[in-house]
């Protein structure tokens, strides 16, 4: 089963690409565009997982695949496949060494007719933006020792033009990736965090008024015993006799007449003379 080579791959064009481009033929592989309707599986900041809708691209629109999330990615080309022939799906290396890794298989069956639709997951630590328009897939073409017949093969089926619906719904709700549960992580152990420092410094205005109360407390029951053990001493006060009401009715006792001394004249006569 050899693969065909880019000089195959330029005479058969037009027969394999609805929109062949030469410039677009990588050694011995064909470089598929980013075309106008992807779906990105929701994180947890969407309120409504469930809701998020197909989304389309107008020409160089951008679109972003977060870290840990699923993407459908439909190419802006339809794809031929022979009857005789074997089609492999990559992604360029320059995409993959980003962390987005093809997990939609890597064959397309002989007979298709359509746009493929490439199922990728950002396995890297960082967002993915993808551009329409803009090479990112891969498609080698390889023959087949015998044409496949029409039960082995998707002849005559209906050309693909749209992403799939029933694969969309597989995928609609919240992917609980890595990095989102990484990031759920951090929250909480901020938030305990914060709870913590609110903890402590409620905590310690506690211990500093139960100190206090405490140091009130010693400090009174200090003053208590000390009354108890050493009492104040009461300075002594004189304290008058009662007078009796017949006492206080007798009248004040006169003062007594102290009697003079009587001096003879002729005593008094020597006593005034200068002489005396």
Known sequence: MPFWSGATLRDRL?????????????????????????????????????SIPLQK?????????????????????????????????????????????????FHVDPGYNGRLLFA???????????????????????DLDNAATSEDSKAGMAPVTNIDLEAVNHVA??????????????????????????????????YIIATAIVTLSIFLAGQWLIRQLWPPVVPATTVSAPVSNVEQALPAPAPTDIPKEVIPADKLKRMQSPHG
């Open 14 to 50: 037009n027969e394999l690409i609805d929109i062949p481009d030469p410039d677009s033929i990588d050694c011995a592989a064909y470089a598929l565009k980013v075309g106008a309707e992807y779906y990105v599986t929701p994180n947890d900041r969407i309120a409504d997982p469930a």
């Open 57 to 105: 691209l107008d020409a160089d629109d951008t679109f972003a695949i977060p870290p840990g999330q699923f993407a459908y990615v439909m190419t802006e080309e339809a794809v031929s496949v022979p009857v005789n022939a074997l089609a492999f799906i990559s992604i360029r290396a320059r995409v993959k060494w980003k962390g987005l890794v093809n997990v939609s298989g």
């Open 120 to 142: 990728v997951y950002n396995a890297g630590p960082v967002k993915i933006l993808l551009r329409r328009g803009t090479r990112t897939f891969l498609i080698w073409f390889a």
């Open 173 to 206: 709700g919240e992917i609980y990736s890595v990095q989102g549960l990484s990031d759920k992580l951090r929250s909480a152990e901020k938030e305990l965090s914060t709870r913590i420092t609110t903890l402590e410094r409620a905590n310690g205005v506690i």
